[in-house]
């Protein structure tokens, strides 16, 4: 994940790039990225633990684990993690970071996953969901392996991003656009799915879920002195990147 830029330009190039959400392709270099970077080290993944509280002793799925930095943050934290990707260059990064400590699989959540029904407490679905135009099946899978009452945490593009990027997109149109990265000095191009707000919520409700919070949150305290070139445009001490959900099964 990458800060997304608002210049029209950089999206016309990119939807014209032949890779498509390809990570084993720049696997090293996204995961060298993140370890760092505003809007993952000191954005996502802060915002994304501290949503999920005390997991201590809890069973947490990370679907999308990527290089394994949330999963390594939950363990630390006490949980008993599981994670897939269906980057199979993602896994072996996270098993590098988590060794033993964690049950990661290759596997894709547009498809069945290789859980039990009711085998996980929480789940975490961190910048995944976004690159899905379907969000029914992936969603009905992640309520399948929930126990009743269970949380699925969610990190999304924030749906504005589409209209700064192109103010003349409709906001309200389930939408394919791709973005031009670069990522520790290596070009990719990810393409995403936006919806809306509305959408999103309604695609909730309808796969079994309660909507318990809808969180903008501010970066990690520390991020203001590590970034302060980035952060002076902000005197809120916030921006606008993504959008995070606590979900409850029921």
């Not at 949503?51 to 809890?58: H, M, N, P, T, W």
């Not at 990190?155 to 939408?175: G, M, Q, T």
């Amino acid at each position: 994940m990458g800060a997304v830029s608002t210049d029209p330009s950089d999206s016309t190039r990119a939807a014209e790039a032949v890779a498509e959400n390809d990570y084993d392709s720049f696997a090293e270099a996204y995961a060298a990225e993140n370890e760092t970077s505003l809007v993952n080290a000191y954005y996502a993944q802060p915002a994304i633990l501290d949503l999920a509280g005390d997991v201590a002793g809890r069973r947490i799925l990370d679907a999308g684990c990527g290089s394994g930095t949330v999963s390594a943050g939950l363990r630390d934290r006490g949980a008993v993690v599981a994670g897939f990707d269906r980057s199979a260059k993602m896994v072996e990064l996270a098993r590098r970071r988590l060794g033993d400590d964690a049950d990661l699989r290759v596997a894709d959540l547009t498809g069945p996953l290789p859980y039990p029904d009711a085998a996980f407490d929480d789940a975490i679905a961190a910048l995944v969901l976004h690159y899905l135009q379907d969000w029914a099946a992936p969603l009905a899978e992640l309520r399948r392996v929930l126990k009743p009452g269970g949380r699925l945490i969610v990190a999304v593009n924030h749906p504005i991003i589409l209209k700064l990027v192109d103010r003349e997109a409709d906001y309200f149109a389930i939408s394919k656009w791709s973005q031009e990265y670069t990522f520790h000095g290596q070009k990719a191009v990810l393409t995403y799915w936006h919806r809306p707000l509305h959408a999103m919520t309604d695609a909730f409700t309808a796969a079994g879920f309660r909507t318990a919070v809808i969180s903008e949150p501010p970066p990690a305290p520390q991020a203001r002195e590590l970034f302060p070139d980035e952060l002076a445009r902000f005197p809120s001490g916030s921006f606008l990147s993504f959008l995070f959900f606590v979900l409850e099964a029921v």
